[in-house]
C-alpha cells in the first residue's frame, strides 16, 4: 500500500484547509486510515481514525468539534476538513494506513497556521 498526502498549506488563524491522502496497491487489506501530526520538538499526536467501513471514527481530544475524517471508498481516498484553525494546530500531517502487517505512513503534508 502507498499513500500520497496533499492539501497542506498556509492558512489564518480561524480558516479551513483540507486534506487528502490517496491510497494505491493492495487496498482491499487496509482495515483503519487516519491522521496524525507531528510539530517540531512535540510528539507525534494520533488525532483522527476511521475504519474501512468508513461508519467508525475517533478523533483526538485536541480536535474534536473542528476536524472531520471522512472517507471515499470508490477513489480509496481518505479526508481531514480542518476547520477553525488555530496557531497550535500547526505541523506536518501525515496519513497512515492500518493492515494486518505493519502499518504505512505517507510523506507528509505541511499544515502552517499564522495567528
Known amino acids: 500500500v502507498q499513500l500520497v498526502e496533499s492539501g497542506g498549506g498556509l492558512v489564518q488563524a480561524g480558516g479551513s484547509l483540507r486534506l487528502s491522502c490517496a491510497a494505491s496497491?493492495?487496498?482491499?487489506?487496509?482495515?483503519?486510515m487516519g491522521w496524525y501530526r507531528q510539530a517540531p520538538g512535540k510528539q507525534r499526536e494520533l488525532i483522527a481514525t476511521?475504519?474501512?467501513?468508513?461508519?467508525?471514527?475517533s478523533y483526538a481530544d485536541s480536535v474534536k468539534g473542528r476536524f472531520t475524517i471522512s472517507r471515499d471508498n470508490a477513489k480509496n481516498t481518505i479526508y481531514l476538513q480542518m476547520n477553525s484553525l488555530k496557531p497550535e494546530d500547526t505541523a506536518m500531517y501525515y496519513c497512515y494506513a492500518s493492515l494486518p502487517g505493519p502499518d504505512v505512513g505517507g510523506q507528509g503534508t505541511q499544515v502552517t497556521v499564522s495567528s
Open positions: 476511521i475504519r474501512s467501513g468508513g461508519l467508525t471514527t
Open positions: 496497491g493492495s487496498t482491499f487489506s487496509i482495515n483503519a
